[in-house]
């Protein structure tokens, strides 16, 4: 359908640091009074970027600044970012629990929000007390829900504690009964932050069916936040990916994903070094970090082969007295093992080498590459932290049988066999 079900027209949303209000009584009942008038926030100033991650010279910062949306009707949108990007604002303003500072949103039609786990549940009541609760503050009136009530209990799995106090509930129970009411709402758009980690691979299988059944079954549109790109591949039609408060990029999912996981200028996964290290032994050209038979400019996945290229010259007599090293690091900064090019040696003049990790080995998220340069197995003469960096993205994994990854980092392929035939 091409039908334009919501439209997001130049929404801006400024926070000031700090104290709350503009520090007098009278400039807040001069704010007040331009609002009532719709007239501009006369205290509106050019507010910093939104990097939670750097001291701003202005006591004002731009969570969202100016993004301007079309969504169609049965379209399931991914908003992806880094934390702090602006996704859960943007929900926010959409389900009118914030307004923005500038712009407007149009709609057509009934909008549910599941932002927060159990968001209006009441700890005192029963979950069946909750689901009336709940399904009213949603805009379900009370003959609604009763007709929906048998399918709500079943979906959420809970039917066992359906008389208990939400209060005695776990987190997972909790997000499978809000979810539960969300989804059988039959909203004309459904707004979903990331609640689904809760939730266990049982319950997140349901869940992503359940969705996919909302926006192509029932032609009803969906928006996606979700730092899983398997299940942003899996669901959406169409992805934007926040930067900063700012809508840096718009259109199809995979390439949405792709641009998110290069990481622009924090991720390196590249390098021509140039003369930049050119020392007395050696000179380092080049370090790149690949699928292999993929085109450098690819995203990385996990169940393809991954290639460690090096390139360097050894200038140097002896090169069997020297060899390179790299330390795997984890985006934690926690050491995963180092490797050497012990079944490659080095020789005199140009030497272009490959390290081959084999596909499935590495688990999807982000890893950082130490470069050192030894000299007689105990010496290192020259270290780089952090030469390389880079992202490897979930494979072609069955979305519906797992959500999220294996425990650790890496997979590593053991030799099982049998001891008694």
């Not at 704010?31 to 926030?41: A, H, I, S």
């Not at 859960?88 to 500072?101: N, Q, V």
């Not at 979903?192 to 049982?202: H, K, P, Q, S, T």
């Not at 294996?406 to 008694?420: A, M, S, T």
Request: glycine letters at 8%; one cysteine or more.
């Amino acid at each position: 359908m091409n039908t334009t079900i919501l439209k997001i027209d130049n929404i801006s949303k400024q926070y000031r640091l700090g104290l709350i209000g503009t520090g007098t009584l009278s400039d807040d009942l001069k704010r007040w009074w331009f609002r009532v008038l719709r007239k501009p926030d006369p205290f509106l100033k050019v507010g910093a970027t939104n990097d939670r991650s750097k001291k701003g010279d202005s006591d004002y910062v731009w969570a969202l600044k100016n993004i301007n949306i079309d969504v169609k009707q049965g379209e399931v949108l991914g908003i992806i970012g880094k934390n702090g990007a602006g996704k859960s604002t943007l929900l926010k303003i959409l389900s009118r629990i914030t307004m923005p500072t500038t712009g407007m949103v149009k709609s057509k039609g009934r909008i549910a929000s599941l932002l927060e786990v159990g968001t209006g549940f009441h700890p005192e009541l029963t979950g069946k007390e909750n689901i009336y609760l709940n399904g009213a503050i949603l805009g379900m009136t009370k003959a609604e829900i009763r007709k929906k009530e048998i399918d709500i209990i079943e979906f959420s799995g809970c039917q066992n504690y359906i008389d208990t106090p939400v209060k005695r509930y776990s987190s997972g129970m909790r997000v499978r009964l809000a979810f539960a009411v969300a989804a059988f709402l039959e909203p004309d758009i459904l707004v979903i932050d990331e609640v689904l980690a809760v939730g266990d691979a049982e319950f997140q299988k349901k869940a992503i069916g359940k969705m996919q059944d909302i926006s192509k079954g029932e032609g009803r549109t969906v928006l996606f936040v979700s730092h899983n790109m398997a299940s942003v591949k899996s669901l959406c039609t169409r992805a934007i990916v926040l930067e900063h408060g700012e809508m840096v990029f718009d259109g199809n999912t995979d390439e949405a994903v792709s641009f998110y996981l290069k990481g622009g200028a924090d991720l390196i996964h590249h390098r021509q070094f140039g003369n930049s290290i050119n020392k007395n032994v050696f000179q380092l050209h080049q370090i790149s970090v690949k699928n292999i038979n993929r085109s450098i400019d690819d995203v990385i996945v996990e169940d393809e082969a991954i290639e460690i290229k090096t390139v360097l010259s050894f200038k140097a007599c002896n090169p069997e007295d020297y060899h390179i090293t790299y330390h795997l690091f984890n985006e934690m900064g926690e050491a995963m093992f180092s490797f050497s090019n012990t079944e490659a040696p080095l020789k005199q003049g140009t030497n272009d080498l490959g390290c081959c990790f084999p596909k499935g080995f590495l688990q999807s998220g982000q890893y950082f590459l130490s470069f050192l340069f030894v000299k007689d197995r105990r010496k290192a003469i020259h270290i780089e932290k952090d030469i390389i960096s880079f992202v490897v993205a979930d494979g072609k994994r069955d979305i519906g049988v797992y959500m999220g990854k294996e425990p650790g980092y890496i997979r590593p392929q053991f030799n099982w066999y049998r001891l008694h035939d």
